[in-house]
């Protein structure tokens, strides 16, 4: 399965809001997640079966979708918030990611 | 805390081999699936290959099928990544991974990783 992540890249201020996208190749209910992946950094694990937050991360993030379309947004913008964001699909064999997101703040 | 410690990269000419290691602590090592995932240079990331918490479901990326192998050692904390025939796309830094999970499923907690170059 294909995950198709837009923008390929975007800039935004401290404080705006940002809405990252994930498309499927084909349609599942679920099993998505998001990770952030800062320079010189480990990645790490923001979101799980679409919504739900992983331990220590802030509500300001939030995931949405089902079916194709998956939605990872993020609130009140800091600095900090610049990386790459990967969705990932667990459905289907092999474990997927899409190719990612880089959001520059 | 969870930790999970790689070694063994490094440079290797193509066609080569190259055996990954992990040790791993700050958790109940047998109760969770463990993954290598990997960051392509200039790209973005890959799954290599993930592994059960008995060994009991084990899958591989399909640009690494037939190439590589991974395993556990449960008494030791360990989960290894046995890589031959290696190429010059293998090239990338290797994580070693926890899953969230005794199965498959998803990456929660992950290594600092280690540079595999093949040239």
């Known amino acids: 399965i294909e995950l198709t992540q837009s923008p390929l890249s975007l800039t935004l201020s401290p404080g705006e809001r940002a809405t990252l996208l994930c498309r499927a190749s084909?349609?599942?209910?679920?099993?998505l997640a998001w990770y952030q992946h800062r320079p010189g950094q480990s990645p790490r694990l923001l979101i799980f079966e679409v919504s739900q937050r992983a331990d220590g991360i802030p509500a300001r993030f939030s995931g949405s979708g089902s079916g194709t379309d998956f939605t990872l947004t993020i609130n009140n913008l800091e600095p900090d918030d610049s990386a790459v964001y990967y969705c990932q699909q667990r459905h289907f064999w092999p474990l997927t990611f899409g190719g990612g997101t880089r959001l520059v703040i | 805390e969870v930790q999970l410690v790689e070694s063994g990269g490094g440079l290797v000419q193509p066609g080569q081999s190259l055996r990954l290691s992990c040790a791993a602590s700050g958790f109940t090592f047998d109760d969770f699936a463990m993954h290598w995932v990997r960051h392509l240079p200039g790209k973005g990331l890959e799954w290599v290959a993930g592994i059960g918490w008995k060994s009991g479901s084990i899958a591989y990326g399909d640009s690494v099928r037939g190439r590589f192998t991974i395993s556990r050692d449960n008494s030791k904390r360990s989960l290894y990544l046995q890589m031959h025939s290696l190429r010059l796309d293998d090239t990338a830094r290797y994580f070693c991974?926890?899953?969230?999970?005794?199965?498959?499923?998803?990456?929660?907690?992950w290594g600092q990783g280690l540079q595999v170059t093949v040239s």
């Open positions: 084909r349609s599942f209910s679920d099993w």
């Open positions: 991974v926890k899953d969230l999970h005794a199965t498959p499923s998803y990456f929660g907690s």
